[in-house]
T-cell receptor, first 115, second 115 residues
């Protein structure tokens, strides 16, 4: 079974530029998550989708971050404009459903450096 | 007060010893508890989950939960150098009790198993 795919793996941009990350979840997984992991911290949930609807985006900085999952499969996360404090690893995860018994599988992450 | 607290470590144990990792959480409505292992530069992977008070064993790993004390721990028996990683505690609330359905991570404890 193929895992969660993410691209790019690494990205370096200057502050005030824009950047987009892509995620392809495990086939059949209805729930998709985007996390931000700053060095030395645990992952922080940015947004959770159930199919193509948003379940939770309470911690998404909506003035600069946006995410979509138009067809209920792939998802993109965009930052515009980027700030220095956005330097982090952006992890995409997916699960079969939202219940506690459903394991979240993480992708390899995209390491973003904002200079 | 942080929602999920862990000692950042590093926790150093000799090979073959028992490693004990601890986590406390603030939301009494939390229903399920997870331990993830994260190797440096890699994404988190689920080791164990526990829902009920008491102990849950899986191979060399034992998760312990005490909801009254809002405390969850992970014991690793016969520690091996390959167990050296950061261990993330994660807590999920209950949407029915207002705890939400998102996974909240601690900052992680770095474990070093020395030869």
């Amino acid at each position: 079974e193929a895992g969660v795919a993410q691209s790019p793996r690494y990205k370096i941009i200057e502050k005030r530029q824009s950047v987009a990350f892509w995620c392809n979840p495990i086939s059949g997984h209805a729930t998709l998550y985007w996390y931000q992991q700053i060095l030395g911290q645990g992952p922080k949930l940015l947004i959770q989708f159930q199919n193509n609807g948003v379940v939770d985006d309470s911690q998404l900085p909506k003035d600069r971050f946006s995410a979509e999952r138009l067809k209920g499969v792939d998802s993109t996360l965009k930052i515009q404009p980027a700030k220095l404090e956005d330097s982090a690893v952006y992890l995409c995860a997916s699960s079969y459903g939202t219940g506690s018994s459903y394991e979240q599988y993480f992708g390899p992450g995209t390491r973003l450096t904002v200079t | 007060q942080k929602e999920v607290e862990q000692n950042s470590g590093p926790l150093s144990v000799p090979e073959g010893a028992i490693a004990s990792l601890n986590c406390t959480y603030s939301d009494r409505g939390s229903q399920s508890f997870f331990w993830y292992r994260q190797y440096s530069g890699k994404s988190p992977e689920l080791i164990m989950f526990i829902y009920s008070n008491g102990d849950k064993e899986d191979g060399r790993f034992t998760a312990q939960l005490n909801k009254a004390s809002q405390y969850v721990s992970l014991l690793i028996r016969d520690s091996q150098p390959s167990d050296s990683a950061t261990y993330l505690c994660a807590v999920k609330g209950d949407i029915l009790t207002g705890g939400g359905n998102k996974l909240t991570f601690g900052t992680g404890t770095q474990l070093k198993v020395e030869l």
